[in-house]
């Protein structure tokens, strides 16, 4: 059995970690050593989807975006390969993140201008692409929204 994974697009729920800060820019500015975040922390941080990143424990085949095998969402999401010299974030979960785990360094090259999305009461996410500094490249495919 696979060791347990942790989703990077988790919901500001209490005992979720929180991944990070959405900067002035849209980009996410990664937060470690991990932090987890309280009761008080969730009914007192409105929209905190939009202003921070939280991560989850990855609930693979009860989460509406699990392909069968893998993560639907990164595998919509992650739309260009990371420069040999990319450095890798900062960020506190890559020894058991789930998009890291699937799409290595390409994940992370696009994961700080993710957004993430419940308001439907459905996890989804998307790409802040005017958050993508000079040194981004990617662009999205037309089939990947
Ligand atoms: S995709 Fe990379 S940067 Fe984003 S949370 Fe996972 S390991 Fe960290």
Known sequence: MSEPKTCPSGRCREGAILLGVVG???RLGYLSPAIRIDADFVESTP???QRFRF???CV???CSQWSGSQCGL???LVTGRAPKDYQLPDCSIRGTCRWHAEHGADACYVCPLVI??????AANASIDWDAADSSTVMQPSADRA
């Open 47 to 49: 929209s905190a989807e």
């Open 116 to 121: 993430t999305d419940n308001r439907a009461g």
């Open 60 to 62: 693979q085949a009860a």
């Open 55 to 57: 991560a989850e424990p």
């Open 74 to 76: 990164a595998e919509r």
């Open 24 to 26: 002035p820019t849209g």
